[in-house]
């Protein structure tokens, strides 16, 4: 008896089983399903960071608005793998590397994709990084105007510092409460520069936008690395889709679902909490996009009109500030530095700890420790997440141009995306129930998109792996 009840409090206990007696009605007003959402909101303190802040502008300044299709594409394509993804696992019970690890391929009884992520793991860790030497250079520039000399890597180390505290304490609840000012604050600043910016002699005209609309693929290939790497680390990124199911577990949407299939209300009951999923990816998406596609029309409109390209450890955020000072006045590179720092220091937080949710799932999958063992499993979560900010604080150490680093993270990620899309395909066609599968529509959007992101992957290797810009940039890094 003090077995069963000892194994009875683990299933309670554990945030990653589907929980007999937790099926929850779900909710059947949009102003009901607000109350339940909330993974978007960390997923979206990931994916509003780097990508947009540094590469995005970037790309905007180097190529104008000619790119612009390319940034609307990067944000709306890959939600739509977000949601499907998360509806499988939601529907099956099963992590995201349970998921991967039950595709047919297997290389010592796991399957490729996993050993592909492992492999990926010291380049994904360079984008992190990468994104604490942003928040640290960030720092440094803030610390500037008020006439303080901080210099940018022991800002870095702080704020590496400062992330592992945050992430040791485990707490979803505390991270969604930091992520949501955060994520708001700055989002609603850029929003303002952008219609500022009308008021300027950088004002941009319909025709430039239309203009941005027709795809340039000669101006595309000359910035091939810098746009596939955007591509890469804006919208939602690998990783973030992976963290996103981990998010939506421990959220409860699973137990919520129900677990008895035999039940003839099940499906309608199932359906409505897809509603909820859907109406939480779409608040993602609208929050990417009224982000992401600012920070483009800044890049493209103040900087590439100003002839001003972001280049160096140094230089670059300030040479990003005049996003803001060109659109507000001199005054708002307070708002923009300060408003920088937070939206890299919400990557660093919400990145990293969705990644640590996946650690324990590799050694389960690896039968490295048994998945009954909830203990186990947490601590392994908390010592990563003290450990994986000073990690990457470690590789920025030796390399220290954080862009760099930034777009290694985001070459990796697009290489990942067709991978998670032909997943997404297999896995709903083959063990999802047939009573909650996406509509025909749905499907052929997954096609779409994995055929889009396949070509994607494509063309990293070709002009990143296979060309120059391959040897300059990993000969930079390694020397």
């Not at 890959?78 to 047919?104: C, F, H, V, W």
């Amino acid at each position: 008896m003090t077995l069963r009840k000892s194994l009875l409090a683990n299933q309670v206990l554990d945030p990653y089983t589907v929980r007999h007696g937790e099926a929850v009605a779900p909710p059947a007003t949009f102003r009901e399903r607000l109350k339940y959402l909330g993974p978007s909101l960390i997923v979206t303190g990931a994916v509003i960071g780097s990508g947009e802040l540094v590469l995005t502008t970037s790309l905007g300044a180097v190529a104008g608005f000619t790119l612009l299709w390319w940034m609307l594409l990067s944000c709306w394509c890959k939600s739509l793998i977000q949601a499907e993804m998360a509806r499988y696992t939601i529907e099956s019970g099963d992590t995201y590397l349970r998921a991967m690890n039950r595709l047919p391929g297997r290389i010592w009884r796991i399957s490729w994709p996993i050993w592909l992520g492992l492999i990926a793991y010291v380049p994904g860790t360079m984008g992190l990084g990468g994104i604490i030497g942003g928040a640290g250079q960030s720092m440094s520039f803030l610390a500037s105007l008020g006439n303080i000399e901080l210099d940018g890597v022991l800002c870095t180390g702080l704020i590496a510092v400062a992330g592992s505290i945050i992430l040791g304490t485990g707490s979803y609840k505390w991270l969604e409460r930091v992520m949501l000012p955060l994520v708001i604050a700055f989002t609603f600043c850029t929003l303002i520069c952008l219609i500022a910016m009308q008021f300027t002699e950088f004002r941009t005209t319909p025709g430039e936008i239309l203009g941005g609309m027709k795809p340039d693929m000669t101006l595309f290939v000359a910035v091939a690395a810098l746009a596939l790497s955007a591509y890469g680390y804006t919208g939602t990124t690998s990783g973030d889709i992976s963290s996103y199911t981990y998010w939506c577990i421990e959220k409860g949407y699973p137990s919520f679902l129900g677990a008895d299939r035999n039940d003839p209300n099940w499906e309608p009951h199932a359906r409505g909490w897809m509603r909820v999923l859907h109406t939480d990816v779409w608040l993602a998406l609208i929050i990417v996009t009224c982000a992401t596609i600012p920070y483009y029309i800044l890049g493209a409109g103040v900087l590439n009109k100003m002839g001003l390209t972001p280049e160096g450890n140094d230089e670059t955020i300030g040479a990003l500030s005049n996003i803001f000072t060109q659109t507000l006045g001199l005054w708002a590179v307070w708002i923009f530095a300060i408003g920088a720092f937070c939206i890299l220091f919400s990557t660093v937080l919400s990145g990293a700890g969705g990644g640590g949710r996946s650690i324990p799932d590799y050694l389960m999958e690896m039968g490295l420790i048994e998945r009954s063992n909830l203990a186990l499993r947490k601590k392994i979560i908390r010592g990563y997440l003290v450990c994986l900010p000073l990690a990457a604080f470690g590789i920025y150490y030796f390399v220290t141009d954080f862009v760099i680093l930034i777009m290694v993270g985001g070459l990796t990620s697009a290489i990942f995306l067709p991978i998670q899309a032909g997943a997404t395909l297999w896995l709903q066609r083959t063990r999802m129930d047939p009573r909650i599968r996406p509509r025909r529509l749905t499907y052929v959007g997954i096609w779409v998109v994995f055929a889009f992101e396949a070509a994607m992957a494509l063309l990293v290797i070709r002009y990143v792996v296979l060309a120059d810009q391959f040897d300059w940039l990993f000969g930079y890094l390694f020397g």
